[in-house]
């Protein structure tokens, strides 16, 4: 538990720290190019165009999912994991590629991860904004359970953060991990209700795709404008998301502490 308040410490007192390499990476990324930031925008809706286009007309015929249109179903989905996807990837690996750059000087490193998250932020928020004018060009109306939306992004950000931190962690003692890291994340895209709808298989199956706890981050954002129900309503569920995520976080900081003065040996 010490360790974990200790890395939480650590974010909160170097949060402006934070904001600010993660808006100078951001600008500095994008620099080189002649539409600059606006990659950040353009790729992802590129990639919803793809994925609608593959799933939405080719195997589905342009079929809703129930009674939701199949495009705004996908976003919903979709758009969450884009941020997931890529911070999960670019923070598993944020340590090992700047660690050599602080070692020499007194800096915080457990927030690299945070500082990729942050930067994420950015396009994660233009994203729901995006989502947000679909929505009610859809004629889409949550009603009184758009006030679920607050902890459910909650939910996302302190799941990925656990997981950024532990993976971060692991990838810079063992290189092997990123490797393998990269290829579970294109292979859990198909394993979550992101592009398909899992509802008709068989129940033990659902189970098992739902101890992932981003299922439950992308279940639960679709409950919000479609099923329209509590998160609290599953508590067993919500329960069990709670408790992985802060399992990973205890494990994350436990051997992020442990082997952070070593960081530079292993590169």
Known sequence: MKAVLEVLKEQIVNFNLIYRLASYNTISKYQSHYLGAAWQF??????????WFVFG??????????DVPFFIWLLVGLIPWFFISSTVIQGSNSIYTKVSLVSKMKFPVSVLPSITIVGNSFNFIFMLL???IILVLYGVNPGIYILQLPYYLFCLYVLIFSVTLLFSTISTIIRDFQMVLQSLMRMMLYFLPILWDTSKLPKFAQDLLSLNPFYYIIVGFRSIFFTQTWFFEDWVYMSYFWVTTLLVLFIGALIHIKFRKQFVDYI
């Open 130 to 132: 995006f989502l947000g």
């Open 42 to 51: 353009i790729s992802p809706l590129l990639q919803i165009s793809i994925y």
């Open 57 to 66: 007309l080719g195997i589905r015929g342009g079929h809703p999912v129930g």
